[in-house]
């Protein structure tokens, strides 16, 4: 089992940023790739950026260029610094262990593993 903790979300101003974290225990020595799950009211969850153990990323065309994941296995720690924020990226944010590559879509589909979210909210 793996436990995931997340923190750094609130309410900011379109244009502004924020750091999120996510805190991992348990078995992650199973753990190769983490990243962050979003979902809107109304919408599905969606992917924003994925991260594996080489520190390999990959972003949601939506943020591309705007965020930043990075992870630092010696705190078990991963991160998703946000800038340039939108109204659009108002969502519950989820951290997310064990994503699995795709290789048809190119993308990641979400492992086993959830935090229990972190909201954000952008004001214009």
């Known amino acids: 089992q793996v436990q995931l903790v997340e923190s750094g979300g609130g309410l900011v101003q379109a244009g502004g940023s924020l750091r999120l974290s996510c805190v991992a225990s348990?078995?992650?020595?199973?753990?190769?790739?983490m990243g962050w799950f979003r979902q809107a009211p109304g919408k599905q969850r969606e992917l924003v950026a994925a991260?594996?153990?080489?520190?390999?990323?990959h972003y949601a065309g939506s943020v591309k260029g705007r965020s930043t994941i990075s992870r630092d296995d010696a705190k078990n720690t991963v991160y998703l610094q946000m800038n340039s924020l939108k109204p659009e990226d108002t969502a519950i944010y989820y951290c997310?262990?064990?994503?699995?590559?795709?290789?048809?879509?190119?993308?990641?589909?979400?492992?086993?593993?959830w935090g229990q979210g972190t909201q954000v909210t952008v004001s214009s």
């Open positions: 348990g078995s992650i020595f199973s753990i190769n790739v």
């Open positions: 997310n262990a064990g994503l699995r590559y795709r290789y048809i879509s190119g993308s990641y589909s979400p492992g086993d593993y």
């Open positions: 991260i594996d153990s080489s520190g390999s990323a």
